[in-house]
């Protein structure tokens, strides 16, 4: 059982430059969600999808597009990379219902440079 | 806006000792408490959930919350320098999308000293 598989796990891109982070996950989780983790400001969310078709944004998502795949894939895509988004990302995902109480599985991790 | 605050530390304890996390948050409609443990260079991983008034115990951990002061605390017992670690609280309200997303403090960064 592999929980959540973020890939890649490290990337340098030039300013400008475009990817996509893929998450996937095999724990039937209905939730998904993207944040970033920066020195000194925590975990911000950036995206997030409540269920399959859905999608919505979080605290931070200017430059940032996301795609929901299917039940089990979640992607995050820069479409022109910029310095200020030199980060850790983290995909996480967890279960949807009124009685769940449990918090997140996190993948782990992308590191991204832009330079 | 959400708020979650911890104490940024660094707190320093010498191994055996307890240690104790504490978070505070604004939104008085949160329903579930988490705290997350994170090594340099890792991934948070959910180390104690609360959702109920009161103390809950897992082995050398104990999660405290009081609703109407709207914090909740970790405490450590007999620190390992296995210990030392980001801990992260986290609360989790209800978007009314279906989402239970969670909102996170920075963290505290706890140092055990063998």
């Known amino acids: 059982n592999a929980g959540v598989t973020q890939t890649p796990k490290f990337q340098v891109l030039k300013t400008g430059q475009s990817m996509t982070l893929q998450c996937a996950q095999d724990?039937?989780?209905?939730?998904m969600y993207w944040y970033r983790q920066d020195p000194g400001m925590g975990l911000r969310l950036i995206y997030y999808?409540?269920?399959?078709?859905?999608?919505d944004k979080g605290e931070v998502p200017n430059g940032y597009n996301v795609s929901r795949l299917n039940k089990r894939e979640f992607s995050l895509r820069l479409e022109s990379a910029a310095p200020s988004q030199t980060s850790v990302y983290f995909c996480?995902?967890?279960?949807?219902?009124?009685?769940?109480?449990?918090?997140?599985?996190f993948g782990s991790g992308t590191r991204l440079t832009v330079v | 806006q959400k708020e979650v605050e911890q104490n940024s530390g660094p707190l320093s304890v010498p191994e055996g000792a307890i240690a104790s996390l504490n978070c505070t948050y604004s939104?008085?409609?949160?329903?579930?408490f988490f705290w997350y443990r994170q090594y340099s260079g890792k991934s948070p991983e959910l180390i104690m959930f609360?959702?109920?008034?009161g103390d809950k115990e897992d082995g050398r951990f104990t999660a405290q919350l009081n609703k109407a002061s709207q914090y909740v605390s970790l405490l450590i017992r007999d620190s390992q320098p296995s210990d030392s670690a980001t801990y992260l609280c986290?609360?989790?309200?209800?978007?009314?999308?279906?989402?239970?997303?969670?909102?996170f403090g920075k963290g505290t960064k706890l140092s055990v000293i063998p």
């Open positions: 609360i959702y109920s008034n």
């Open positions: 996480a995902s967890n279960v949807k219902g009124s009685y769940s109480n449990y918090g997140y599985t």
């Open positions: 724990m039937n989780h209905n939730s």
């Open positions: 939104d008085r409609g949160s329903q579930s």
């Open positions: 999808s409540a269920s399959e078709g859905t999608t």
């Open positions: 986290a609360v989790r309200g209800d978007s009314g999308a279906g989402s239970y997303q969670l909102t």
